[in-house]
């Protein structure tokens, strides 16, 4: 079982994965941890048996949020819900296909998202409604971290080196170089 707590003030959400089909591990706090409640979420019906991942939502300062879930069927799928008041109601947002094995979440804002899935990079500016994608020039293997800091800049650890992109992850160099 995976777990994160993420905190914000008094409230916090606990998420993660447990071997239980169409259950989200999803729990809220609105009193600084005292007491806890699961949250539900209405999973699109071809996606309500299968088993998940939540990851940590993610908001902004008036409140929005996104919040994904990685399901763990055949291919790999990621759902999106969004809210607009700190997390008491979701509604889901979009979802994305990739067809990578590993997943990489960086958020800029709660509607800035960028995925890598191993193979190639994905970008919303939307809040999972609606995606791009971007193969890398550049094979990316043994990544361990990826972070954007807007649609287009971005930086992933590879084998220990930092490498920077300023195309939304089409071309990469060495964080000290500079690119084209």
């Known amino acids: 079982m995976l777990i994160a707590l993420l905190v914000i003030g008094a ?4 998420t ?18 005292k007491t806890w409640s699961a949250v539900t979420l209405l999973f699109p019906g071809k996606y309500a048996k299968e088993m998940l991942n939540v990851e940590p939502p993610v908001f902004s300062k008036s409140g929005e949020g996104t919040l994904a879930i990685n399901l763990y069927g055949e291919g790999r799928v990621t759902l999106f819900f969004s809210t607009k008041e700190r997390g008491e109601t ?21 509607s800035d998202l960028h995925v890598f899935d191993g193979e190639r990079f994905f970008a919303s500016a939307a809040g999972g409604k609606s995606w791009t994608s971007a193969l890398p020039i550049r094979t ?7 972070q954007f800091a807007s649609g287009l800049a971005g930086w992933v650890v590879q084998g220990g080196a930092l490498l920077k992109t300023i195309d939304g992850g ?11």
């Open 90 to 110: 979701w509604e889901f947002s979009g979802e994305l296909k990739s067809a990578g094995d590993r997943f990489f979440l960086s958020t800029v804002n709660a």
């Open 170 to 180: 089409k071309t990469w160099a060495a964080a000290g170089d500079r690119q084209s």
């Open 16 to 33: 993660g994965s447990w071997p239980v089909d169409g259950k989200a591990y999803l729990f809220a706090t609105r009193d600084g941890g």
């Open 140 to 146: 990316l293997a043994d990544v361990t971290s990826v």
């Open 11 to 14: 409230g916090g959400w606990i």
